[in-house]
């Protein structure tokens, strides 16, 4: 499988929507995928993409570039306190995930949030 450089956009579904994750590619009108977990719903969300792709091919239409203007690798530092970093790779280590998964969950979770509302 080729690897997929569509830019997306990663959101927690509402109860009402199902519960789990949606993900949706912006330069691929109609291509999203959905899961009941964040690594779940990349995978789906990378079998979309190839499908869209393969039925734009099959009907001879345009494949779109993935957005130039945005270009981002993935990956971000951050300084955290030895002590959150321990709780994390405890949390990580109790439910069976990586810290990186663990690490965007909450993440996710954390932006399907208005900001400032508790």
């Not at 393969?54 to 945005?70: L, V, W, Y």
Request: proline residues 7%; glycine residues 8%; negative net charge.
């Amino acid at each position: 499988m080729q690897k997929n450089n569509y830019p997306m956009v990663l959101r927690t579904l509402s109860a009402e929507e199902g519960g789990g994750y949606l993900v949706e590619y912006p330069d691929l009108p109609g291509c999203m995928a959905d899961g009941d977990t964040v690594v779940e719903a990349l995978a789906e969300g990378d079998d979309a993409v190839q499908a869209w792709i393969a039925t734009a091919i099959a009907e001879d239409k345009p494949i779109p570039e993935p957005n130039k203007h945005r270009k981002y690798s993935g990956q971000f530092r951050a300084r955290l306190p030895k002590s959150l970093h321990a709780e994390l790779a405890r949390r990580a280590e109790l439910e069976g995930i990586s810290l990186n998964t663990l690490a965007i969950t909450l993440l996710v979770s954390g932006l399907s949030q208005p900001y400032g509302h508790k």
